[in-house]
């Protein structure tokens, strides 16, 4: 059957069995609930986790369409793969004796592997992937996630962030691909097309879902789940392409924004939900609330009178599925809206035919045997492109009299409070929610500190903490440096995501900048390695440190892929996905305005958008574009040298930028609009050609529609710039 026919025989199914339910039946189908309602309580301590009279009420009783987390929220922990196959059959069997036979779908926060499985790949955070620049990754990394999510025995993954992530405030910026539209664009639509595959209902592969639709990731105060003040151009500008491109993509699903965009929470905006996201976009999908968001719009906004109001709401607005996630009252309430009339059968209808079409097209109704585990889960093969995503994703900043990379037998002292805990490399919705508890951890894998010890001949001593928070003694550091060649400063962040993750400062705490004070002061080299979700301020350091190099969140492979930077295993080549600020409120973006880069007004950054040094040297040159003049609607074709101009084989990101001179709209001094990442040997030079397509030309005018003017316009790449022309 082609693609065509398929959707039509799923069509017909969901007509037939939509026929055949009871209004009872449809809304529990739009009713998701938390493993806890299923699950025993933790104090329990029992060997079944799920309680089979909790699943009867759930799924015979109330008819749940949905059920998502693992046991026990909020201290999540990840299970064991045979648990969670076990504890899936016992889901599947229950949905299989009711009437219907209808399945559920199990979701779960797989943002960067298979999060809640013990032993999986555990990737580099979403910011990290971005900084590697190379879509081949992200498409494995998606293809990987898939199958070991899968091998659990669930069926629905909660990724990828499709949001922008140009507030470095904001909690959740390392779930995001970074600041730049385009590679976002890019890097989120290969980790879904190697998640989904062709068929997301082959056994290795799972549906995704885009989050969080729209605006979530620009809080103007920084803090997760506050307002955002958008306007409808720049949202059509920076916030909605990369959703479109989801959708374009195959994405079945879209998950809303917690908070709210010009006074209009995320699950009451009709326009956005409806309008834009169905009208628009084309998204055939359902859309599923965040949590508990749809009685925040009683308890939170003060926009219901109600509960019962808040649900009428969010359903009529456009919420096909709601995360209650405790109890069933979403259900109770919307049973009775509809048996009063205020929210018409037709709009059920409609939300439960898109439940049922992604259940059939995910082949939840045909359930395949689950994966074998050997060969699906934690293959070598998986560990060392996870490595290699780490070793890609690291940013070196700043080497200074090459410092680096350290000879093996250096004697290093290595301080910080990051240089020695797995969940620091890894960050929140990792073993468990904030990512925090070190002692859930894979002890086999290494720390940074650990990573160094195997690779090192010289003397490596370690003056720390066993948490993050716990004192150092700077004294000691100051002592032992007398007898060390470099000092190793790891500093950084401890994990957290969403609103336990909110600050109210980029700067770092005392303690950090006094134990770096103090290292520098002692003389010795400085290498400072940063680890953590957000570009925490470390100015007055990195001037005074010989080396820095930018870890983020590079995953459960991060200590060996940084050992192997330290060392020259590996020649790094990973480039920033963001603009790394210089202060705390230095927070301008690389695509400026050109007003934000006037007069007295300047773009300063610590380190600009796509920095990353290596350890060779690569040069551009001869950049052309194929004419000089093309009429609106046509490409234009852009060729570019690179040339390794060192004495180390290593990989090169070419970044292309253009900028529109003048338009009715003011424009960027430049956006990225294509990149490609080269691997060269000394000497070696390689041709690389692009096309720009009208698309890439366009910008949202004055009228709010998508337009190409004609005009002049520059394309940059390295520090060549050349010109063309688009005419009517």
């Known amino acids: 059957m082609n693609a065509q026919e398929t959707n039509k025989a799923i069509e017909s199914k969901v007509k037939n069995l939509l026929s055949q339910m009871t ?51 909020p201290d999540n922990k990840a299970q064991s793969i045979d648990i969670w196959r076990k504890m899936m059959r016992t889901v599947q069997d229950a949905a299989a004796r009711t009437r219907l036979k209808i399945p559920v779908i199990y979701g779960i926060d797989a943002i960067h592997g298979a999060t809640y499985t013990q032993n999986s790949v555990l990737f580099p955070q979403a910011i990290n992937m971005a900084a590697t620049f190379n879509s081949d990754l992200a498409f494995k990394e998606g293809e990987i996630t898939a199958r070991e999510v899968r091998a659990s025995g669930q069926q629905w993954n909660f990724s990828t962030v499709m949001d922008i992530g140009r507030q470095p405030l904001w909690p959740r910026l390392w779930e995001t691909f970074g600041e730049d539209v385009h590679l976002a664009t890019v890097m989120g639509t290969a980790y879904i097309k190697g998640h989904q595959g062709d068929d997301f209902s082959a056994a290795d592969k799972l549906p995704t879902c885009l989050k969080h639709y729209v605006g979530y990731s620009y809080p103007l105060n920084g803090k997760d789940r506050t307002p955002a003040w958008i306007g409808e151009r720049m949202l059509r500008e920076y ?111 409609e939300a439960v035919s898109r439940i049922l079409t992604v259940k059939y097209q995910a082949g939840l109704f045909e359930p395949k045997p689950l994966l074998p585990i050997e060969g699906n889960f934690a293959t070598a093969e998986a560990i060392e492109t996870n490595r290699q995503a780490a070793r890609e994703s690291i940013v070196l900043a700043k080497n200074e009299h090459n410092i680096l990379p350290l000879k093996k037998d250096a004697n290093i002292l290595v301080t910080g409070p990051t240089a020695n805990l797995l969940s620091a490399m890894n960050g929140g919705w990792t073993v468990s929610w904030q990512g925090a508890t070190e002692e859930l951890y894979p002890q086999e894998k290494l720390t940074v500190l650990e990573a160094i010890q195997e690779k090192a001949t010289g003397k490596v001593t370690y003056v720390g903490g066993d948490a993050f928070d716990a004192p150092i003694d700077v004294q000691k550091v100051i002592d032992e440096a007398k007898d060390h060649d470099v000092i190793l400063l790891s500093l950084g962040e401890h994990p957290y995501t969403e609103t336990p993750g909110n600050i109210e400062t980029l700067n770092l705490d005392q303690a950090q900048v006094d134990l770096a004070n103090a290292a520098i002061a002692t003389g010795k080299p400085v290498v400072l390695l940063t680890l953590g979700g957000r570009p925490r301020i470390i100015t007055s350091i990195a001037e005074r440190a010989s080396g820095v190099i930018l870890g983020f969140l590079p995953g459960m492979e991060g200590g060996e892929a940084i050992a192997d930077i330290l060392y020259g295993d590996y020649n790094p080549n990973g480039k920033l996905p963001i603009s790394y600020p210089r202060n705390t409120n230095g927070i301008t973006p690389y695509d400026y305005k050109p007003i934000e880069s006037f007069e007295s007004n300047i773009y300063n950054p610590l380190y600009p958008f796509g920095h990353g040094l290596s350890y060779t040297t690569f040069e551009t040159s001869d950049l052309k574009v194929e004419k000089e003049k093309i009429n609106i609607g046509e490409n234009i074709n852009v060729t570019v040298n690179v040339k390794n101009t060192g004495s180390l084989k290593g990989k090169e990101t070419v970044l292309v930028y253009i900028n529109d001179v003048a338009a009715s709209v003011t424009r960027p001094n430049k956006q990225l609009k294509a990149f490609k990442k080269v691997e060269l040997n000394p000497g070696q030079s390689e041709s690389l050609s692009f096309t720009l397509t009208p698309r890439d030309l366009s910008f949202i005018g004055v009228d709010l529609k998508r337009i190409v003017e004609p005009g002049d316009f520059k394309v940059m790449v390295g520090n060549e710039m050349v010109g063309f022309t688009v005419t009517k």
């Open 239 to 349: 916030f909605l392409p990369t959703f479109e491109a989801g959708v374009k993509a195959g994405a079945p699903t879209v998950m809303v924004n917690s908070a709210e965009v010009d006074g209009i929470p995320g699950h009451a905006n009709h326009h956005y939900l409806t309008t834009i996201l169905r009208g628009e976009l084309g998204f055939k999908g359902f859309t599923v609330s965040d949590w508990a968001d749809i009685e925040r719009l009683y308890t939170r906004d003060k926009m219901a009178a109600s509960p019962k109001e808040a649900v009428k709401i969010a359903v009529m607005a456009g919420i096909d599925m709601s995360m209650v996630p405790f109890d069933f009252s979403f259900y109770d309430l919307l049973v009775d809206l509809v048996k009063s009339g205020e929210v018409p059968m037709s709009r059920i209808d």
């Open 23 to 73: 209004l009872e039946e449809k809304v529990g189908q739009m009713t998701q609930v938390d493993f806890t309602v299923i699950g025993v309580p933790k104090e329990q301590n029992a060997e079944d986790q799920i309680d089979p009279a909790k699943l009867e009420d759930a799924v015979l009783k109330h008819h749940v369409g949905s059920i998502l987390n693992t046991p026990f929220t």
